[in-house]
């Protein structure tokens, strides 16, 4: 299932810059404020139904030990492999 959302999305990312678009990551200080708004929210449920409380505070330990995982694996190998493509096609 990943995979096909992945592929999906090249697709889509083609055919939106075939269109104009401009591809920008969003700045840092931008995330940062989701971030907190996002965690902010989370806490908020969590107090409110602990329901809730059961299901995320495993999952956000088991994504905060994935997010170690992925800086060291797939976090290197990425920002290789993006330079090493655009340095291939003569973009920089």
């Not at 931008?30 to 908020?44: F, H, I, Q, S, T």
């Not at 905060?64 to 493509?85: I, P």
Request: proline residues 4%.
């Amino acid at each position: 299932m990943v995979a096909k959302y992945d592929a999906k999305n090249t697709e889509a990312l083609r055919r939106l810059v075939a269109g104009g678009a401009q591809l920008r990551a969003f700045p840092r200080p931008v995330m940062e404020a989701c971030l907190k708004v996002a965690n902010g929210l989370y806490d908020e449920l969590v107090a409110k139904h602990p329901e809730f409380g059961k299901i995320y505070e495993p999952w956000r330990k088991f994504r905060n030990d994935q997010l170690l995982w992925f800086r060291v694996a797939e976090g290197s190998y990425d920002g290789f492999m993006a330079t090493a493509a655009s340095a291939q096609s003569g973009r920089k």
